[in-house]
């Protein structure tokens, strides 16, 4: 904790694995806005050390008649990084959104693509948890579940909530924690004590990073209506240079247009656009504290953690902390984690780590009650 402050932020946790024939384990956790996977290879008498990487969730085909896309892959799509690269020349989807034009194919590419990513160098597929939302479209849920045997040898699922307050336990157990995740698509809060949260202890709001985007994009027209953004661009600038108060800072972008480039402070623009997040988180917090059982308030008000894309923003900690005192809610503790995209994938590892051989699941995934 910082001290004589009651915004605080969690350490990495303590990994203590235990006997097993697969040296190989991960945490996965695949999300609107970008997939992250944490794993360790063990090696018998060395300290764990795991290792994390962040995709973005994105899917990248060719236009047809772009003769150059041999030179870019032998791969007919890219995933990740590289989509983004190629954002402004060849077709990106996002394999999640149930509304893109090439539906549950995206997905089973990405899904390809991912095993590729993991398993360079690697000799076969590793053992893994999987973290699962419980407010996912089913369908959606459902393809991931039986796509988890394409990049697992040996699959145990398991609630992204869960994940988040196992991560950062010291212990082996999750501790009590109010988990907000703020997403591309919604916010969604959850009380998590010991086990997945039921439908009574948990909110959705359908606002997220979108949201933000859209807002961005409807002030940048307004204020710069000479410069042409693509979207991905606009997401970049968002997450390169957003942040709410108290945090200040200077946002000056430059913009090449051909052979010229501009240069210009888009802080207002960024800080209005982000500002619009800010009522939503509040609402959520609110609402799943209200759900408290009699006299378990101070418990969770005390430990409440912002994880997600958006929990990264700078000031957004700080902004709910003095929202949520000013609603008269004094028992409140606004926590933040080191990197909040990848806390789940963490707890994930950290699981993965302490289940013994037995327990694991068969190749072909099941959900497991946890």
Same mark, same amino acid.
């Given at each position: %904790?910082?001290?004589?402050?009651?915004?605080?932020?969690?350490? =990495?946790?303590?990994?203590?694995?235990?006997? $097993?024939?697969?040296?190989?384990?991960?945490?996965?956790?695949?999300?609107?806005?970008?997939?992250?996977?944490?794993?360790?290879?063990?090696?018998?008498?060395?300290?764990?050390?795991?290792?994390?990487?962040?995709?973005?969730?994105? =899917?990248?085909?060719?236009?047809?008649?772009?003769?150059?896309? *041999?030179?870019?892959?032998?791969?007919?799509?890219v995933i990740g990084d590289e989509a983004m690269r190629l954002r402004d020349r060849y077709r990106v989807v996002s394999p999640l959104d149930p509304r893109s034009p090439r539906g549950a194919q995206a997905l089973h590419e990405f899904i390809a693509g991912l095993r590729r990513e993991m398993g360079a160098g690697r000799f076969g597929k590793p053992w893994g948890v999987l973290a699962t $939302?419980?407010?996912?479209?089913?369908?959606?849920?459902?393809?991931?579940?039986?796509?988890? &045997?394409?990049?697992?040898?040996?699959?145990?699922? +398991? @609630?992204?909530?869960?994940?988040?307050?196992? &991560?950062?336990?010291? &212990?082996?157990?999750? /501790?009590?924690?109010?988990?907000?995740?703020? &997403?591309?698509?919604?916010?969604?809060?959850?009380?998590?004590? *010991?086990?997945?949260? *039921?439908?009574?202890?948990?909110?959705?709001?359908? =606002?997220?990073? @979108?949201?933000?985007?859209?807002?961005?994009?409807?002030?940048?027209?307004?204020?710069?209506?000479? %410069?042409?953004?693509? *979207?991905?661009?606009?997401?970049?600038?968002?997450?390169?240079?957003?942040?709410?108060?108290? +945090?200040?800072?200077?946002?000056?972008?430059?913009?090449? %247009?051909?052979?010229?480039?501009?240069?210009?402070?888009?802080?207002?623009?960024?800080?209005?656009?982000?500002?619009?997040?800010v009522p939503p988180i509040l609402h959520a917090i609110r609402d799943v504290l209200g759900r408290c059982e009699p006299g378990r308030l101070t418990e969770f008000a005390s430990s409440i953690v912002l994880v997600g894309g958006g929990a990264a923003m700078p000031g957004i900690a700080e902004r709910m902390q003095k929202e949520l005192e000013g609603a008269g809610i004094r028992e409140a503790? =606004?926590?933040?984690?080191?990197?909040? /995209? $990848?806390?789940?994938?963490?707890?994930?590892?950290?699981?993965?780590?302490?289940?013994?051989?037995?327990?694991?699941?068969?190749?072909?995934?099941?959900?497991?009650?946890?």
């Amino acid at each position: %904790m910082i001290p004589n402050s009651p915004i605080g932020s969690f350490a =990495v946790p303590v990994f203590r694995p235990v006997s $097993s024939s697969c040296r190989w384990k991960v945490g996965i956790d695949i999300g609107q806005a970008s997939t992250v996977y944490q794993e360790v290879y063990a090696r018998p008498g060395l300290p764990v050390h795991p290792s994390s990487t962040v995709l973005p969730s994105l =899917v990248a085909y060719p236009i047809p008649n772009k003769r150059e896309w *041999g030179a870019v892959s032998g791969s007919p799509f890219v995933i990740g990084d590289e989509a983004m690269r190629l954002r402004d020349r060849y077709r990106v989807v996002s394999p999640l959104d149930p509304r893109s034009p090439r539906g549950a194919q995206a997905l089973h590419e990405f899904i390809a693509g991912l095993r590729r990513e993991m398993g360079a160098g690697r000799f076969g597929k590793p053992w893994g948890v999987l973290a699962t $939302s419980p407010d996912a479209e089913p369908r959606l849920a459902r393809e991931i579940e039986a796509l988890s &045997g394409e990049i697992l040898d040996r699959v145990i699922l +398991a @609630d992204e909530p869960l994940l988040v307050a196992l &991560g950062i336990s010291e &212990g082996a157990a999750p /501790r009590p924690a109010t988990v907000v995740d703020i &997403g591309k698509t919604s916010i969604r809060a959850s009380l998590v004590d *010991g086990c997945a949260p *039921g439908r009574e202890a948990r909110i959705v709001i359908p =606002v997220g990073g @979108d949201s933000v985007d859209a807002e961005l994009r409807r002030l940048f027209s307004r204020e710069f209506p000479d %410069m042409v953004v693509t *979207g991905p661009t606009l997401t970049r600038l968002k997450e390169s240079l957003g942040f709410v108060r108290p +945090a200040r800072r200077v946002a000056r972008v430059r913009l090449a %247009m051909g052979t010229a480039a501009r240069t210009f402070d888009a802080s207002e623009v960024l800080l209005e656009s982000c500002e619009a997040i800010v009522p939503p988180i509040l609402h959520a917090i609110r609402d799943v504290l209200g759900r408290c059982e009699p006299g378990r308030l101070t418990e969770f008000a005390s430990s409440i953690v912002l994880v997600g894309g958006g929990a990264a923003m700078p000031g957004i900690a700080e902004r709910m902390q003095k929202e949520l005192e000013g609603a008269g809610i004094r028992e409140a503790a =606004v926590h933040s984690v080191r990197d909040p /995209r $990848s806390i789940a994938a963490l707890g994930a590892l950290k699981w993965a780590l302490s289940i013994p051989d037995g327990a694991w699941l068969d190749p072909v995934p099941r959900r497991r009650a946890v």
